[in-house]
């Protein structure tokens, strides 16, 4: 933990949501769901307004349309995105050179490499804080960030949470203790549901408690290399480095068997549970995979590992599984398998523009209309058949009404609402599917 506060974590306001409401003007103020529009689409993110409904990033699209069903249900546009983002940390590496991305809409930034910033004294951070802040929404056309600036990365992304949305916070070096004392254990990076079970169970359920606990009794609980680093970060002792190259961070599970496997019926049944395990732990931490890792030692103590990496991040027990599945039916097992793993590396925290791709929006004119009346319970529906392009959310073009973005579709029709960023709430109208004068764009 340093003794200024230098370190910065900026994060962008609802960001895929809030880029939505930026380019279609009647949604603004209105609740708006990125993400959950197939049958097995998750929440990747719900505005503000759509919040207040209980609605949260990665809950099952179904969940999502019970608890806010007048919201508008979008699919991504991720050109738009990757473009505000790159916007984005295009100012922030102006600021610094030392900047690490955790996501489109998420960085660290390292002040001490900024020869801009003069000093950490509250009143200098705070002027480049708003001057940061106005830079960005000024860069993406509207869009609003919260920043947060503390002593160690912890303290950073604690205080944007604590800013959010749309402000900032300095944590002045010498509070951190007293203000992380009265917050939940499971504000502590690293500390899961599963964790957080633990710890309530013997009676800590603040980071004060932790600040409190004798480090050889927690270890009986948690080991004591989780004991002793839980203990540390509850004191706010954090030195990771902001990394421009973050090391890929990856997480596994392998078994030793007391004799060579050569039947692979049971290689597998091996894999498809330890791929299971792998994605609870994923899970648990809130983080989606793009690369699967086989892991296998021969009966020669040769050790192999094969990799593939997914067009789509995951947390699927089933697609890291049937990744692992695919790479064992590539190698030899006939002489024997002493020792069989999976892993999964490429981790993010954000839903990434694949996962919709992996599960193409279904539209049923009724579910994918913004503002359509609640309908029986989406998921007891049959899926209705995929039709590529007419994505509700995505941008079209009109030759006579001009640009537009997919209000809804089926049978046969495509509505449409003609508006952009910098118009006001334009008109809806109703066009066949194959009229030649609507375009996608
Ligand atoms: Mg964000």
Known sequence: MRPEASVLHLDLDAFFASVEQRDKPSLRGKPVVVGGVGARGVVATASYEARVFGVRSAMP?????????????LGGRFGAYREASGQVMARLRALS????????????????????????????????????????TEATDG??????????????????????????????????????????????????PVTVDKLQRIGLHRVGDLQDVDVDELAQVLGRNAATALVALAHARDDRPVEAEREAKSISTEDTFERDLTDVAELTAILRRDARAVARRLTASGLFARTVTLKLRRHDFSTITRSRT????????????????????????TDGVRLLGVGVAGLTDVLQEDLFAEDPPALAEADAAPGAEPTSAPDEEPEPPRRAGWTPGADVEHDEHGPGWVWGSGVGRVTVRFETRTTGPGPVRTFSEDDPRLRRC
Not at 61 to 73: D, I, N
Not at 110 to 119: K, M
Not at 310 to 333: C, F, Q, W, Y
Request: hydrophobic fraction near 50%; charge should be negative.
């Open 61 to 73: 699209g179904g969940e999502a349309r019970r608890r806010c069903p007048h919201a508008a249900f």
């Open 97 to 136: 050179p030392l900047v690490e991305p955790l996501s489109l809409d998420e960085a660290f930034v390292d002040l001490r490499a900024a020869e801009s910033v003069p000093g950490y004294d509250t009143a200098t951070l705070q002027r480049v804080v708003d001057e940061l802040r106005a830079a960005i």
């Open 143 to 192: 869009l609003t960030a919260s920043v947060g600036v503390g002593t160690s990365k912890f303290m950073a992304k604690i205080a944007s949470e604590l800013a959010k949305p749309d402000g900032s916070r300095i944590v002045e070096p010498g509070t951190e203790v007293a203000l992380l004392a009265p917050m939940e254990v499971g504000v502590i990076p690293g500390v899961g």
């Open 310 to 333: 997914l067009l789509s991040a995951t947390d699927r027990a089933e697609v890291v599984a049937s990744v692992a599945e695919a790479l064992l039916a590539g190698v030899d097992v």
